[in-house]
């Protein structure tokens, strides 16, 4: 159980386009997600807190217009990359916290996004 | 402000030699400590938590707060255990990451 799911896998678009990437908890019911971006071989950096039915909490630094994320029900989150520009690129991880559980974060798979 | 170290970038061993992949952490707190551990194309997960006090796979870790340190060993190291490990503070509902480390298990 405690599964997370990312589509899609890996996306490649023209910079000034609109990238949207879902993470759906697949087995259990999630208020809390999360999403971070990771460069090779490096740290995860946080980028927000995605909590259902409200809006996100950004971290310093993170552009709200820029990094649209929506969390319309318990068990998906979706961040939507907006005008992307290379400097996007980057793997995009998120991860979710199943309702009732105390802290353990259970992880999706990632999706690497490449703007050219 | 909370800050994870992993000082070193990469560690490469022998099989069947010890490992030990040190963390440090600044918060003023009590700590919640993690290790998560990313085996090549696959996602990330968790290895073991210090309040569970528990031995994963053969790795342990324990939280020493006078160094303020939560350094993850093994007596044996597998190529197996080859893959990247993230030491994690838990702190008001999120995770902050230490940069990793990468154990290389040379045969």
């Known amino acids: 159980g405690a599964v997370v799911s990312q589509h899609p896998s890996w996306v490649i678009c023209k910079s000034g386009t609109s990238v949207k990437i879902e993470c759906r908890s697949l087995?259990?019911?999630?208020?809390?997600m999360f999403w971070y971006r990771q460069f090779p071989k490096q740290s995860l950096m946080l980028m927000a807190t995605s909590n259902e039915g409200s809006k996100a909490t950004y971290e310093q630094g993170v552009e709200k217009d820029k990094f649209l994320i929506n969390h319309a029900s318990l068990t998906l989150s979706t961040l939507t990359v907006t005008s992307a520009h290379p400097e996007d690129s980057s793997f995009y991880i998120c991860?979710?916290?199943?309702?009732?559980?105390?802290?353990?974060?259970?992880f999706g798979p990632g999706t690497r996004l490449t703007v050219l | 402000a909370q800050r994870v170290t992993q000082p070193e970038k990469l560690l490469s061993v022998f099989k069947g030699a010890p490992v030990e992949l040190k963390c440090n952490y600044s918060y003023s707190g009590s700590p919640e400590l993690f290790w998560y551990v990313q085996y090549s194309r696959q996602r990330l997960q968790l290895l073991l938590r210090h309040i569970s006090r528990e031995s994963i796979k053969g790795f342990t870790a324990d939280l020493n707060k006078g160094e303020t340190s939560f350094h993850l060993k093994k007596p044996f190291a597998q190529e197996e255990d080859s893959a990247m490990y993230y030491c994690a503070l838990y702190k008001g509902g999120k995770l902050i990451f230490g940069q990793g480390t990468e154990l290389s298990v040379k045969p």
């Open positions: 087995d259990f019911q999630a208020t809390t």
């Open positions: 991860s979710a916290i199943r309702d009732g559980g105390h802290d353990e974060q259970f």
